[in-house]
């Protein structure tokens, strides 16, 4: 068996403030193997970038209480110093945000910041860092990727802004990717463009891709794996053919069929009643309980543990039968 | 179906059902962008170019393109909240506007507007049935009428008035400020609803919610709907036609079905095959098109998209092709390969 590259075991992160405490991501488990990539799926709120914020150690140490174990490559993240958080960041994760102009300084040509980075963790020249950088630029598809390494960040398209920032975040070419919504701000004709983009360098690279997305679709053209989380929890996971044909949790399916593609227009669309819950007040049981067309009684006050009805599958739900025929 | 007699009821439908409830003829607006310390206009952006459709009675017309394109533009002169620099606009028979037709105010009343950011649009203080009761007041309806109608509204958009009318905006998901912001709409009556975005912000199980309330509402208030959205998927599902935009200029108008199923615009077929595939098994494998969506500050000369097109020719870059009239067919494109006489290589056959 090859040994996974991340594991995530009884995650959770709760906010403390003086008024409340919010569990964000309650008791998340998932481990990454090499050069696999899974979408993490899931509403506004649900805790997508909690979780991958935890994994990168990002989150306000002084609001922020995290349990459970995060080992990334052999090596357990909380416990690490500032030092080997710095080498772990700059070596073996790397993270995209959805917004990339929070990765650039805005004063600095976007040429140099690359380099800066390349320089400082490979120890090498300012100017070998320009070349990787210029490496870089033609590896994402950077028109005229010599010039645009001039270029400030506002100088550039939304388009090539992302790219640049996937650029930069391949810089020190990481074994795990945390790529956070990197196309939901672009434009439908260059997300796909992005997204084929990812695609084909994660297979050329071989590394690992958790990539945060509440578009189905986003995850049916990327994925290996999907989770789904739901008000903190991974409620269910599996591979992506399987969990887009075959959704086991209600409200994978619920989200599948609420999704608007091609149903006919003289049909009310299905949807999933209700709110999605407030993450300051939960129910005690199963937190899509109030919302499920199959709850019981027992849903109300049991959360439901894992069980793996098939191969690959964990699925959180009490009306899922361990075995499935 | 709507139904003739509801037509007759309503006392302001003065042309007929035959009458297109909006006419706009060659809208444009250029804004200028100013630059230097003496603020000198240095440039414009060509937001909107030479924009004519109509809306018909009753149905409801999907616009689509990417950020950028003009829609909320669009959205924004057929309001008047921002005058246009050329074109014409016609309200049921009355230009707008204009000595002998009708007056801004009144539009105002008789189109309404949804934007996507719901918590902005409502007043943090006020419980939302006062939201809703604001603009009724403001013409001139009783107060006590005015939240009575207020809380009737609430129920219709799927609100418990006795649980939700007290409640102020923070208190409220973004699926129900949206059906607030919907409720407030209702409340002025209007002919004509336009929804810029009014479901993109919303979560998935949540939006669904929403368009099937849209779709209820418009037939029982007999209402005519312009919906824009960046969302395909969602603009099929909810309009009778959709007009394709690009730059600043409609690239393709028509029956929605025939755009998705025939889509003639290099340009909306494009677009709809960047759409991901839902299915793991039929992923893309190369992007239609390549590049952004160019500056429309100096948009390119000819067709627009000759830039980015797969098909562009010489001809593409000197000339631009015309969209046709309206009448003559119901769906048309900016094309120069749908123009027998245009020279393009691939052009239809006369
Ligand atoms: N720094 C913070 N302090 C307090 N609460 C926070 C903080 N960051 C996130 N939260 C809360 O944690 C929960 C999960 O947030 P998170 O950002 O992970 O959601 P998400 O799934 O990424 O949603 P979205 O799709 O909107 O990005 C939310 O209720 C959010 O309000
Ligand atoms: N007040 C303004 N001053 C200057 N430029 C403007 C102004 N309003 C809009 N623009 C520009 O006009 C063009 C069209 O903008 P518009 O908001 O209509 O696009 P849109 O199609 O609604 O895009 P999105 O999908 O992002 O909402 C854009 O280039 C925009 O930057
Ligand atoms: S006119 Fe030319 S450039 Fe424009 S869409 Fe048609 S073929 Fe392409
Ligand atoms: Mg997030
Ligand atoms: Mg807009």
Do not use: W
């Given at each position: 068996m090859t040994e996974p590259l991340a594991e995530v075991s009884n995650l959770s992160v709760d906010f403390v403030t003086r008024e409340s405490s919010v569990r964000a991501v309650n008791d998340v488990n998932f481990t990454m193997l090499p050069g696999e990539v899974m979408c993490m799926l899931g509403e506004s709120g649900s805790g997508k970038s909690v979780t991958m914020r935890a994994l990168m150690r990002l989150l306000p140490p002084k609001r922020s209480v995290i349990s459970g174990g995060i080992r990334i490559a052999g090596q357990d993240v909380q416990a690490m110093d500032a030092t080997a958080l710095r080498r772990m960041r700059g070596s073996t994760v790397s993270?995209?945000?959805?917004?990339?102009?929070?990765?650039?300084?805005?004063?600095?040509?976007?040429?140099?910041?690359?380099?800066?980075?390349?320089?400082?963790?490979?120890?090498?020249?300012?100017?070998?860092?320009?070349?990787?950088?210029?490496?870089?630029?033609?590896?994402?598809?950077?028109?005229s990727a010599q010039r645009r390494l001039d270029a400030y960040p506002h100088e550039l398209s939304g388009g090539l802004r992302?790219?640049?920032?996937?650029?930069?975040?391949?810089?020190?070419?990481?074994?795990?990717?945390?790529?956070?919504?990197?196309?939901?701000?672009?434009?439908?004709?260059?997300?796909?463009?992005?997204?084929?983009?990812?695609?084909?360098?994660?297979?050329?690279?071989?590394?690992?891709?958790?990539?945060?997305?509440?578009?189905?679709?986003?995850?049916?053209?990327?994925?290996?794996?999907?989770?789904?989380?739901?008000?903190?929890?991974?409620?269910?996971?599996?591979?992506?053919?399987d969990l887009m044909r075959r959704p086991l949790h209600p409200y994978t399916a619920g989200l599948l069929a609420s999704t608007v593609h091609d149903q006919p227009r003289d049909q009310d669309l299905e949807t999933i009643p209700g709110t999605p819950p407030d993450m300051r007040h939960l129910p005690p049981g199963c937190a899509f309980a109030p919302r499920c067309p199959r709850a019981g009684t027992d849903c109300i006050t049991t959360v439901p543990p894992p069980v793996t009805p098939a191969p690959g599958r964990i699925v959180r739900c009490l009306r899922v039968e361990a075995e499935l025929v | 179906m709507m139904s003739a007699t509801l037509m007759e009821l309503d006392q302001r439908d003065r042309g007929g059902p035959q009458q297109p409830l909006l006419v706009v003829r060659n809208l444009r607006k250029h804004f200028p962008i100013r630059s230097g310390i003496l603020g000198r206009v240095s440039a414009h952006v060509r937001a909107v170019d030479n924009v004519s459709f109509t809306v018909r009675k009753g149905e409801t017309l999907g616009i689509v393109g990417e950020s950028g394109c003009g829609k909320s533009t669009v959205a924004r002169l057929l309001?008047?909240?921002?005058?246009?620099?050329?074109?014409?606009?016609?309200?049921?028979?009355?230009?707008?506007?204009?000595?002998?037709?009708?007056?801004?105010?009144?539009?105002?009343?008789?189109?309404?507007?949804?934007?996507?950011?719901?918590?902005?649009?409502?007043?943090?203080?006020?419980?939302?049935?006062?939201?809703?009761?604001?603009?009724?007041?403001?013409?001139?309806?009783?107060?006590?009428?005015?939240?009575?109608?207020?809380?009737?509204?609430?129920?219709?958009?799927g609100l418990n008035p006795a649980l939700f009318g007290g409640r102020y905006p923070h208190e409220l998901s973004g699926g129900q400020k949206q059906r607030i912001n919907i409720a407030r709409a209702l409340a002025m009556q209007p002919r004509m609803i336009i929804l810029d975005e009014a479901v993109s912000a919303l979560d998935k199980s949540v939006e669904a919610q929403v368009l099937n309330l849209l779709q209820a509402l418009k037939r029982s208030f007999n209402l005519t709907y312009v919906f824009i959205s960046h969302d395909l998927g969602v603009v099929r599902w909810?309009?009778?036609?959709?007009?394709?935009?690009?730059?600043?200029?409609?690239?393709?108008?028509?029956?929605?079905?025939?755009?998705?199923t025939g889509a003639r615009h290099p340009y909306t077929r494009a677009l709809l095959a960047s759409r991901p595939a839902l299915d793991p098994d039929q992923r893309r494998e190369e992007a239609p098109v390549s590049g952004d969506p160019p500056n429309p500050i100096n948009p390119p000369s000819g067709c627009r998209f000759h830039t980015r097109c797969p098909h562009a020719e010489p001809v593409c870059a000197s000339r631009a092709p015309s969209l046709g009239a309206e009448g003559e067919q119901a769906h048309r494109a900016a094309c120069h390969m749908q123009d027998p006489a245009s020279g393009h290589s691939q052009a239809i056959a006369a």
């Open positions: 993270m995209i945000f959805q917004e990339p102009m929070t990765a650039f300084d805005p004063v600095v040509r976007v040429g140099d910041q690359i380099a800066e980075v390349v320089s400082v963790h490979r120890g090498v020249s300012h100017a070998a860092g320009r070349q990787r950088a210029l490496d870089l630029f033609e590896l994402v598809r950077i028109p992302q790219r640049a920032m996937i650029a930069l975040a391949l810089s020190c070419e990481p074994k795990l990717l945390l790529a956070d919504e990197p196309t939901t701000a672009l434009d439908a004709t260059v997300q796909i463009q992005v997204l084929i983009l990812l695609r084909r360098l994660q297979q050329e690279m071989g590394m690992s891709v958790i990539f945060v997305t509440h578009d189905l679709g986003v995850a049916a053209e990327i994925a290996d794996r999907v989770a789904v989380m739901y008000a903190g929890r991974v409620v269910e996971t599996g591979p992506v053919r | 309001m008047r909240l921002i005058n246009p620099d050329a074109g014409e606009q016609i309200f049921d028979g009355d230009a707008v506007g204009e000595h002998g037709g009708i007056s801004v105010a009144d539009l105002r009343r008789q189109v309404q507007m949804v934007f996507q950011d719901s918590a902005s649009s409502l007043n943090p203080r006020m419980p939302v049935q006062n939201s809703i009761a604001f603009g009724p007041i403001a013409f001139g309806t009783p107060r006590v009428e005015a939240v009575g109608q207020a809380r009737e509204l609430l129920t219709r958009v909810i309009s009778d036609r959709v007009m394709v935009m690009y730059l600043g200029e409609i690239v393709e108008i028509g029956p929605a079905d025939t755009i998705y």
